[in-house]
């Protein structure tokens, strides 16, 4: 009852918002912000559902971006399909990627996206003839659907509006099933989840594909918005915003990645004419976030509407206990 | 035999917790293992539920050697275990941590459980019943749906043993069950055990310190002492072996 | 392609080799004792190297300022480790990770603030060019670049074989159960493994910087990937085993340049990390560390 609520809710706002708001520049920076809700609830299954790390997601966001790109320029598929294309490259790139990482040293995957991230960017801006290098895809097709053109801000708005809530419902689902309960087993207690059944690569390679397909999903809608593709947009930099987008939102909490998505790059690029000051130190400013909301409050911003998970607690009881000395080595 | 140890040695650089042991047990009994701090009783218990390799011999579930399975897949089996120092999610509630137990029999890819499917909501409500009667047969009845993080000792133990018998298992590895309570509390919950086993018929292997609970509770008894098998027989036997005495006494001379 | 020029893409290999293994050191060390990716090692060796460069552009005699920049390296890894690690260190590792990565873009948004964004040149500290040997051109800065990182893992050598610090050091890097049991005070020990790897770090950064007459406040992350491949090639947590890794690395580096072009450089280092932790989780030269559980 609640969710079929919030679902009109939810149909009411993405068709009123666009005749409510007539001022074009923030029509655009909330499409920016919807545009990486996907990526933010992404980062959030694979950091705060399972409890890996990725900082890579800008590689599979640039995967989905080109992907959905060239199949629209090259091949003339119609933009439904090139973006169910691009969600599902970047997801099977992400599981490729992740396998042999995940049999051997989980721990290592961070530095593994890390690569990935460098590498994509070195192919994208060498392979001229596919992607056209640092110049970059331009004159990318509009959005189109069953006839219908997406041409402006508004209709930009419904569509990216609708993905990001069909990405937060879907997420939410998972979260309360199976699935997502095997995820936080694997997150709190990978012995546990052993002893339980839990076949612990395979979930946590499913927690990764899932981000990286949701990472892809969202690259699609930013080609086609902006109707360009370049390899800058994907920066290794671009990865460490999109965790902390989750990480600061709110582990575990689909909300709390909505609000970091509308806080890390709404709140900027709406405070980018006033105040260039903020944005030389963006980069710091969140990085010390990061490292008080690791000591204090390591669930974030929303993530706190259950008790934290011991995998984010045992920070803050670390605090208290740290002149005590205790094995890190624990055996099952 | 249901699950066995055959000639099973497991060493750690040069030290060696388990030297060719070989135990089993049948459908419907209760094996106790007994044996001073070090003996190797919880080592024994992680290569018998496959998180530890052995380096020689091997485990056998139905008279199938299980040499390479996983621990995931050795549980989906039917060896199900607890933990000597708990091992429960305590962001989940108790019901989850019930629910976590039914994993093996639940539908975990990600397709589907996004597309509908007839039946899905039903078989979810009939497992949350399933949880919520477990928690009641172990006497958590008054805590469904409370943070695990919220129980007392005693009752995280219970909590995890519901857990255990929601793996609907065919042997169940119970670690020191009443590690850490003092000798009512004890009582109580090994009587919870006895009953439970009683009831289900279930097929156990307990680890235990408390002599005479053990006796009490086990249809055979197993001593291990610095990764040997030292006596394998029926309770009263193994209460009046010298040996066992010997290695007891041995463990008392040192203080703890 | 003739052997002159094989040689000294050899040459030039083994010396950024030796660069990558100077800085993969501290992530190396770190990692082996606390299980945790020190994401702002990067970022501390770079501030280190940027000091060294604003001092010697203050007038300051180049090897003072090198030394002082090195002491800054060890000093924020001090500081980091006070502020992202010790508070946090109890947690499960994610959080750990998190809040070095947090901490070193504190440190690169500094550096920013202070530097800008620029390339920067780096003074050649130790001349170009080439010096004839038997009838081959070989090139005198890679050489002595070469030459200078043996001498500091001879040094480093030294301290973990004969002093006090170094072999608990070993022996902690060994097996930190038992280290604890021995009595060897590990948590003391760790501020030290801080500071050593960010001392090193700005050395072999220094020496990076001048190679390639650049140096830039995103180096850091770049030196991320490099030092990371040459550690896991070598086997993480192996002094040695880091820096065989490193002059492999480089080498395989220069020589996948030589054969396919550069795009393929940080294709190789990509490549080697897959397919060491497919092949050999432990590296090349180590041994197997028990899994945690």
């Not at chain 2, 020689?56 to 275990?81: C, F, K, N, T, Y």
């Not at chain 3, 090198?66 to 992202?84: N, W, Y």
């Not at chain 3, 003074?123 to 080439?130: A, E, K, M, N, V």
Request: net charge positive.
């Amino acid at each position: 009852m609640r969710g079929a609520l919030l679902f009109l809710l939810a149909v009411g706002a993405v068709a009123a918002v666009p005749h409510a708001v007539s001022s074009r520049y923030w029509l655009h920076v909330a499409n920016l912000s919807l545009i990486y809700v996907p990526l933010a609830i992404g980062a959030n299954v694979i950091t705060g559902y399972c409890g890996m790390v990725s900082m890579g997601q800008a590689a599979f966001f640039g995967i989905g971006a080109y992907t959905s790109a060239l199949l629209t320029m090259r091949l003339g598929v119609p933009w439904p399909v090139a973006f169910v294309a691009a969600g599902l490259m970047a997801g099977a790139a992400g599981a490729v990627l992740a396998l042999p990482c995940l049999r051997v040293r989980s721990d290592f995957l961070s530095l593994i996206t890390i690569a990935f991230n460098q590498l994509f960017l070195v192919v994208a801006n060498a392979w001229l003839s596919l992607t056209r290098g640092p110049m970059g895809l331009p004159q990318v097709p509009r959005m189109e659907i069953l006839g219908w053109t997406v041409r402006t801000e508004g209709q930009i708005f419904t569509v990216v509006a609708t993905v990001a809530i069909l990405c937060a419902w879907a997420t939410t689902r998972l979260a309360a099933s199976p699935v997502g309960r095997s995820w936080e087993m694997i997150r709190d207690d990978e012995v546990a989840a052993r002893a339980l059944g839990v076949n612990v690569v395979r979930g946590k390679l499913a927690a990764f594909a899932v981000g990286c397909t949701l990472a892809g999903l969202a690259g699609s809608l930013l080609a086609h918005s902006l109707r360009l593709v370049v390899p800058d947009a994907f920066l290794l930099d671009e990865s460490l915003l999109i965790m902390q987008m989750a990480i600061l939102g709110g582990l575990a909490s689909v909300p709390g990645s909505v609000l970091g998505a509308f806080l890390m790059v709404g709140l900027p690029e709406a405070l980018r004419s006033s105040d260039p000051w903020l944005l030389t130190y963006r980069p710091g400013i969140f990085g010390a976030l990061l490292v008080a909301a690791m000591i204090w409050r390591p669930q974030g911003l929303l993530g706190a509407r259950r008790a934290a998970p011991p995998f984010l607690r045992g920070a803050s009881d670390a605090l208290r206990r740290t002149l005590r000395l205790s094995p890190r080595h624990s055996t099952p | 035999m249901i699950l066995e140890a055959r000639a099973v040695s497991k060493r750690f650089g040069g030290v060696s917790a388990l030297d060719r042991v070989s135990l089993g047990v049948r459908e419907g009994e209760v094996l106790g293992i007994m044996g001073p701090n070090g003996s190797g009783k919880t080592t024994l218990f992680n290569v018998l539920t496959g998180l530890l390799r052995p380096s020689a011999g091997e485990v056998l579930i139905d008279g199938r050697s299980a040499r390479g399975q996983p621990p995931h897949r050795i549980a989906r089996m039917g060896i199900a275990r607890t933990f000597q120092n708990l091992r429960l999610f305590p962001g989940m509630t108790t019901t989850e941590n019930v629910l976590c137990g039914a994993h093996g029999r639940e539908d975990v890819s990600v397709l589907g459980n996004l597309l509908p499917r007839p039946g899905r909501a039903a078989s979810a409500a009939a497992e949350r019943r399933r949880a919520e009667d477990l928690l009641r047969e172990v006497g958590l009845g008054d805590r469904i749906d409370v943070y695990a993080s919220a129980l007392s000792y005693g009752q995280t133990k219970r909590l995890e043993l519901a857990r255990a018998l929601n793996m609907q298992p065919r042997v169940l590895l119970l670690d020191e069950p009443t590690a850490g309570m003092n000798d009512a509390q004890a009582a109580v919950l090994l009587g919870l055990v006895r009953r439970l086993q009683r009831a289900r018929g279930l097929t156990l292997v307990v680890i235990e310190h408390n002599v005479p609970a053990l006796i009490w509770l086990a249809d055979r008894i197993a001593v291990l002492d610095s990764g040997e098998v030292l006596v394998d027989t029926t309770p009263d036997a193994a209460a009046s072996d010298p040996r066992v005495i010997e290695a007891y006494l041995g463990r008392d001379a040192v203080p703890a | 392609m003739d052997a002159g020029y094989l040689l000294a893409q050899l040459v030039n290999g083994l010396a950024i080799g030796s660069v990558y293994a100077l800085i993969g050191v501290g992530y190396s060390m770190v990692y082996t004792i606390l299980y945790l990716i020190n994401f702002a090692h990067g970022d501390v060796i770079m501030f280190g190297t940027m000091a060294a460069l604003a001092l010697m552009g203050f007038g300051v005699p180049a090897w003072a300022a090198l030394a002082a920049g090195c002491l800054v390296g060890a000093g924020l890894g001090m500081v980091v480790e006070r502020v992202a690690y010790r508070p946090v260190r109890n947690a499960p590792r994610t959080v750990p990770m998190i809040s070095a990565l947090g901490a070193g873009l504190v440190v690169s948004s500094v550096a920013q603030g202070i530097w800008g964004p620029d390339v920067m040149s780096f003074p050649q500290l130790i001349p170009r060019g080439s010096v004839e040997l038997a009838g081959v051109a070989l090139p005198v800065q890679p050489l002595a670049i070469l030459a200078v990182a043996l001498a500091l893992v001879a040094i480093g050598s030294a301290v973990l074989e004969l002093t006090r610090w170094g072999r608990a050091t070993r022996c902690v890097c060994q097996d930190m159960m038992a280290a604890q049991l021995m009595g060897i005070p590990v948590n003391r020990l760790v501020p030290a493994i801080y500071a050593v790897g960010g001392l090193i770090g700005v050395a072999g950064c220094s020496l990076f910087a001048m190679y390639f007459n650049a140096v830039w406040v995103q180096m850091g992350q770049l030196a991320t990937t490099k030092a990371w491949a040459a550690a896991m090639l070598g086997g993480v947590g192996n002094f040695y085993g880091a820096f065989a890794g490193g002059l492999l690395l480089g080498v395989a580096e220069a020589l996948a340049v030589a054969a396919f072009g550069s795009l393929f450089k940080d294709g190789a280092s990509l490549a080697i990390i897959v397919a060491v932790l497919l092949l050999r989780p432990n590296g090349l030269f180590g041994t197997p560390v028990v899994a945690r559980s």
